[in-house]
C-alpha cells in the first residue's frame, strides 16, 4: 500500500486551489486540518485529465456537484473526500456555495492524504 501527502493551497481572494494528482492511488482520503479560520462554504471539486487542462465541476450520477458540506469554520478539522473522487487524475478543491464560487478571504493551506 501508498500513502501521499500534498499541500494544496487556495489563495486570498479565490475559490480554487492549486492542482494535485490522485492517480494512481485509489483507496480512501482525506483534507487533513481545513484551517480554523476556513471563509463558510462547502468543499466541492474541480476535475481534468491533465494538470493545465480544463477543470470541470464534479457530479454524481443524478447531477448534483459532489462536496463537501458542514465544514466548520471555527474548528481546524480532517474530511474523508467523497468516494465519487476515485480514479480522477487532477482535482482542485472548490469553495463554493451551491455551485458558485465563494472566495477565501485569506490563502489557505489544505493537505490532502490519499492512499492506495
Same mark, same amino acid.
Given at each position: 500500500?501508498?500513502?501521499?501527502?500534498?499541500?494544496?493551497?487556495?489563495g486570498?481572494?479565490?475559490?480554487?486551489?492549486?492542482?494535485?494528482?490522485?492517480?494512481?492511488?485509489?483507496?480512501?482520503?482525506?483534507?487533513?486540518?481545513?484551517?480554523?479560520?476556513?471563509?463558510?462554504a462547502?468543499i466541492?471539486?474541480?476535475?481534468?485529465?491533465?494538470?493545465?487542462?480544463?477543470?470541470?465541476?464534479?457530479?454524481?450520477?443524478?447531477?448534483?456537484?459532489?462536496?463537501?458540506? /458542514? &465544514?466548520?469554520?471555527?474548528? $481546524? *478539522?480532517?474530511?474523508? !473526500?467523497?468516494?465519487?473522487? +476515485? #480514479?480522477?487524475?487532477?482535482?482542485?478543491?472548490?469553495?463554493?456555495t451551491? /455551485? &458558485?464560487?465563494?472566495?477565501? $478571504? *485569506?490563502?489557505?493551506? !489544505?493537505?490532502?492524504?490519499? +492512499? #492506495?
Amino acid at each position: 500500500m501508498s500513502e501521499e501527502l500534498q499541500d494544496v493551497t487556495i489563495g486570498a481572494g479565490a475559490a480554487l486551489s492549486s492542482a494535485f494528482s490522485l492517480w494512481p492511488l485509489i483507496g480512501d482520503a482525506g483534507l487533513v486540518g481545513v484551517p480554523s479560520v476556513w471563509t463558510a462554504a462547502a468543499i466541492g471539486f474541480k476535475v481534468s485529465t491533465e494538470q493545465a487542462g480544463t477543470f470541470v465541476p464534479l457530479r454524481s450520477e443524478t447531477g448534483a456537484i459532489v462536496e463537501i458540506t /458542514g &465544514v466548520q469554520a471555527a474548528a $481546524a *478539522a480532517w474530511y474523508k !473526500l467523497p468516494d465519487a473522487l +476515485k #480514479g480522477a487524475m487532477w482535482v482542485k478543491l472548490w469553495s463554493q456555495t451551491a /455551485g &458558485v464560487d465563494t472566495n477565501q $478571504a *485569506a490563502a489557505r493551506s !489544505l493537505q490532502v492524504m490519499a +492512499k #492506495g
